[in-house]
């Protein structure tokens, strides 16, 4: 007999915002009684949801700067999600939980390196709070092209999640997973996500009050129109921070719909990996490159103006700036090191332990050299590499989202960049942002007539009489 089986993923992320130098969250406007957002939505949502559990009945992935907050914050509600994703692995052999890139990047618009450093970063996270290589990978905000396929494919991941109009095929049948063929040879598989209930679930609070309710009025019937032959999955999905956060008391919600509601009907709860186990995969679907769940119109959102943001025209030089001095800082760490390390990508790569803690920075470098440093030469090694850090997590998609440059978002990637640009001068003496100011000049707040060029170098002046007072 044909069985309907339902999946509800969160994906739940936090931006990065901490103070390059303190290591803390400064108190953010609008988060009252909270000191900043994170905090405030970590009290409506990630603290909710795992006391009822629901970790444990639905599909997940938690952001890597989300769980480096929860881990030095909050370590008992990571102890309890940890303990709810074993307790799905002990009863079903496979993981509910999903990894993903470590910093929030737009995939596509990331080079063939970020890609590899960000995809390797967020499988050592995800290894290190779950204790098992994941077999699944969210995007950021879906955002995908072929190359970044092929980047999960060539580390290990067997699947992840797109929105159907990501899928060439408009009438693409989304209650079964496809295969997307690579051009290295391997596959990958693509759970299309149901539009119509995911949007419903986010859009529409009136249709996620009643856990009965949303069965009897909306899963039931979209499974009969659907009405594929064989077993079905139907995937909803959406942010995770809307089950408590966006919506209040959602958490509720969620954990009696999978907990009961959905069961009463004789529809199952179900999670992608547990689905391919018994029902692999077999056609082969396209993909549209360049596209994502949250720009109807690709992935112009994070690189230039769009119908989400006509006005936002600081978004494209702000772009321009950050890549132009990712370009410059990578040449200066490639040519500075490749006498010392090597390989200085590899080298990054692997610095991922230090940022779990598993490893400090010192016995890293020493890894990854043949030869004695000498303590200018270890000081300059280490310098570079936190630069490539902040120089990465300056591309966090959030600094673009929104329409203004003068949101907390944009500067902190500003922020993030003269930090980055900072650390590479007080390593070689080069100023990597040189020649760069008139470009990020360009980007100018609307609202307040902030331009990008006031940010950065207000950061980068700040910084400097920073280091000049722990000289003294």
Not at 132 to 145: C, F, I, S
Not at 380 to 394: G, H, I, N, S, T
């Amino acid at each position: 007999m044909d069985q309907s089986h339902f999946c509800v993923h969160g994906h739940f992320y936090q931006p990065p915002r901490v103070d390059p130098f303190t290591g803390l969250i400064p108190k953010e406007y609008g988060a009252d009684p909270y000191g900043n957002w994170t905090e405030k939505i970590y009290h409506e949502c990630y603290q909710p949801n795992a006391t009822v559990g629901n970790f444990q009945k639905i599909s997940f992935n938690i952001g890597a700067t989300l769980f480096e907050w929860l881990d030095q914050n909050h370590p008992e509600t990571v102890r309890a999600i940890v303990e709810q994703e074993a307790m799905v692995f002990q009863r079903t052999g496979v993981s509910n939980a999903m990894a993903q890139p470590y910093f929030h990047f737009i995939m596509p618009l990331a080079s063939a390196r970020d890609k590899t450093t960000m995809v390797r970063w967020g499988i050592r996270d995800y290894v290190a709070h779950f204790g098992r290589h994941p077999q699944g990978m969210w995007l950021p905000e879906t955002a995908v092209d072929m190359a970044s396929l092929e980047a999960l494919a060539d580390h290990g991941i067997a699947f992840t999640i797109l929105a159907p109009w990501q899928a060439k095929d408009p009438a693409q049948d989304t209650t079964k997973p496809w295969r997307i063929k690579l051009s290295n040879g391997k596959d990958m598989v693509v759970f299309f996500y149901n539009a119509f209930l995911s949007g419903e679930i986010s859009f529409n609070p009136g249709a996620s009050e009643n856990a009965d309710g949303f069965v009897h009025d909306w899963l039931i019937p979209q499974s009969q129109t659907l009405n594929r032959p064989g077993d079905q999955l139907i995937v909803a999905a959406s942010d995770g921070e809307l089950y408590g956060h966006h919506q209040p008391f959602r958490e509720k919600f969620l954990s009696y719909l999978l907990d009961g509601a959905v069961e009463k009907q004789g529809i199952q709860r179900q999670y992608p990996a547990l689905w391919l186990r018994d029902h692999p995969a077999e056609g082969y679907a396209e993909i549209i490159e360049n596209t994502s769940w949250s720009c109807h119109h690709g992935i112009e959102r994070w690189r230039d103006v769009c119908g989400d943001a006509p006005t936002a025209i600081w978004k494209k030089p702000l772009r321009q700036f950050q890549d132009r001095l990712a370009d410059s800082i990578d040449t200066i760490y490639e040519t500075r090191l490749k006498n010392l390390i090597r390989d200085p990508w590899a080298l990054r790569d692997d610095y991922a332990v230090v940022l779990l803690g598993s490893d400090k920075i010192d016995t890293l470098i020493q890894r990854h050299t043949s030869q004695s440093l000498t303590p200018g030469q270890a000081s300059m090694v280490k310098l570079l590499v936190e630069a490539q850090f902040e120089r990465l997590r300056m591309f966090s998609s959030d600094a673009w989202f929104f329409f203004d440059l003068d949101r907390i978002e944009p500067l902190n990637a500003l922020k993030y960049a003269a930090h980055a640009a900072n650390l590479v001068e007080q390593a070689t003496g080069q100023d990597p942002s040189d020649g760069l100011i008139s470009l990020i000049s360009e980007a100018r707040s609307e609202l307040s007539g902030l331009t990008g060029d006031m940010v950065f170098l207000g950061y980068l002046k700040k910084f400097e009489k920073l280091l000049r007072l722990d000289q003294v």
